[in-house]
């Protein structure tokens, strides 16, 4: 008798252990004690038959009573928890939600996707080429003879076995030439890589968009028309164009391609450089020896081609200074121009 009365003001003790117990604990606790196989006041219960009835009186009166002052421990522990939950769980409910993180295209692919889908509504396709060329397909297809000076303005990044990173996506107007036969009409947007500076204008890594138009009977008149009307879509129907002289080995004549200033509509700012006009594209008609490299008859058959940087142009488009802003993880430059996409044309 004596070592259960002993074991039960040992096991008092653990009351002081109930008001501090979190929400994670307090089971553990309860089981300990009052478990119904291993509990320890459950153990102490169970021999209370064994004693004789003097003994078991005053044994099973103090195992009772102190059951009932653990029972309402743990009753006021988890009221006391479940009061505490209940008010944190208030308190959230009357702050301003948080906005939930949401994905969205980066404005140079939503300047991509708005100029390829000018063009498909033109009669273009979208085609596609690898970013790992040769030097043929590269250079050489397009009328870029060995050692011209015209390389040294597209410095390359050079992989072994006489690949390199595609300079420009005109190569894949020659597999697309060489795949098909005319009337061809493609748009060619990808990634294209130079061993250019990484400053306010310029990238190693940029995207550009090409086009071909390969059929009989086509004229610059058609390159003008085109050009123009995507213009007017994509700008605004009250831009106008301008074509200047240029040279590019792989069109003859070549004209670089002006549009009004999108910022200023003309009057002149710092966008334009005060001339009102933004320089926005490359364009000419295809080099006949273009056109034979890839066997189509040049004596037949007339195309024209331009390129356009989508940077650029969104650079153009929103008066944006600096390149490099779009390669920065600066999400708050990048989500002001979450709902462009579709935007003024």
Known sequence: MRDLLAALAELRERLKEIPQADERRLPDVKTEILGRKAGALTRILGQVPQLDPASRKEVGGAA???KREFEAAFDARE????????????????????????????????VVDEICDIFRELGFTRAVGPEAETEWYNFGALNFPKDHPAIDAQDSFYLDGGYLLRTHTS????RTMEQYRPPIRVVSPGQCYR??????????????????VVDEGVSFVDLKATLSAWARRFFGAETRTRFSPSYFPFTEPSADMQATCAVCRGAGCPTCKHTGWIEILGSGMVHPAVLDNCKIDSERYTGFAFGMGPARIAMARHGIPDIRLFFESDVQFLAQFADVAGGAR
């Open 64 to 66: 009772n009573a102190l």
């Open 79 to 110: 009221r006391a928890l479940k009061h505490a939950a209940a008010a944190v769980s208030g308190v959230d409910l009357t702050l301003p939600g948080r906005a939930a993180w949401r994905g969205g295209l980066h404005l140079i692919t939503q």
């Open 171 to 174: 190569p894949v107007q020659v």
């Open 195 to 212: 061993r250019d500076p990484f400053d306010p204008s310029h990238s190693p890594v940029f995207e550009q968009i090409e086009g071909l």
